[in-house]
């Protein structure tokens, strides 16, 4: 009876040490200096009124929660064409945001650039980076680097015939924007309510919001880990392209040492201001920097 007491417990003992072996990388509590995060803002294609509150609210919220955020609103040579380029652009940005763009906001986003910051944050459009910049990120991220994307940072550095190098950067990300078929009040599903990029939401909560479809790559289900998603029953399914009718929102990948996290909300300066998105948002930040827990085990297809 003793024998087979002690082979019990010796066999709880190993499958405990097993379970350990399994769990998740342990955070690391957000204590210390505070964590730098860059926020990229430059919008080479369409420029959302929304960047400028999102600097705004990043500003506002960031320290509170440990983080001290810069913001580059260009990201090209300041001095190109005399200067005039960075001209026409503050115009237009000025626009749409109310914002000005001077020199003080300008940065390139590089190796020397990256090494000085935990975090990258992009709200952009188009190109804001040029191929040996995106070699420079994909780089810092397998390093440990943590990037979040927000809404249209997947309307970003699309490959084409002569820029495939940009796929790299929607590797990242996760995914490219396919149209925007919906603009109005959602529920949201919540798949993953233990992730920290869950915060501020539960299932079935409302949003109002222009809400994204992606490309069929290279979003997959089998290599991310999908924390929120559209409940198809609060939309004109019709309206949208994708066959297996999957709207993610949400979701976050491990990319060797580092980690990215990707949310399609954001397009409107309410949401910025909503209380439940900035919780998400800062969740989604502390988990890519190993502060809060969350599974990045790919969700696998859905059923």
């Not at 590089?110 to 040996?132: C, M, Q, R, W, Y």
């Not at 709207?247 to 040492?257: G, H, L, P, S």
């Not at 910025?272 to 948002?281: A, I, K, T, Y």
């Amino acid at each position: 009876m003793k024998l087979s007491l002690m082979m019990s417990a010796a066999l709880l003992l190993s499958a405990s040490a097993f379970a350990e072996d399994k769990k998740p990388e342990t955070p690391v509590p957000a204590t210390g200096p505070a964590k730098k995060v860059l926020l990229i803002t430059h919008s080479r294609g369409f420029i959302h009124d929304s960047v400028g509150v999102a600097e705004e609210v990043l500003k506002k919220v960031g320290p509170k929660a440990g983080f001290e955020v810069t913001c580059y609103r260009y990201t090209n040579d300041p001095k190109e064409d005399n200067g005039k380029a960075l001209t026409k652009y503050s115009e237009e940005f000025r626009k749409r945001t109310g914002m000005n763009v001077t020199e003080d906001n300008c940065g390139r986003v590089n190796k020397e650039t990256l090494s000085k910051f935990d975090a990258v944050i992009f709200f952009t459009t188009g190109n804001p980076l040029n191929e040996a910049e995106v070699a420079d990120l994909v780089s810092w991220v397998k390093a440990g680097g943590a990037l979040v994307a927000t809404h249209c940072g997947s309307d970003t550095l699309y490959p084409n015939k002569d820029r495939m190098w940009a796929s790299a950067y929607g590797d990242l990300v996760g995914a490219y924007f396919d149209g925007h078929p919906w603009h109005q009040k959602i529920k949201l599903t919540v798949e993953d309510a233990a992730h920290a990029g869950a915060n501020g939401f539960k299932n079935g909560d409302e949003i109002t919001d222009e809400i994204y479809q992606f490309r069929p790559e290279p979003y997959s289900r089998n290599k991310l880990h999908i924390i929120l998603s559209v409940d198809n029953t609060s939309i004109d399914i019709k309206k949208g392209k994708r066959a297996d009718n999957d709207y993610a929102i949400a979701w976050c990948q491990q990319v060797e040492k580092g980690r990215t996290f990707y949310t399609s909300l954001g397009h409107r300066r309410e949401v910025w201001n909503d209380s439940r998105f900035q919780e998400h948002l800062l969740g989604a930040i502390r988990w890519t920097l190993k502060q809060s827990p969350g599974e990045s085990t790919p969700t696998g297809a859905k059923k």
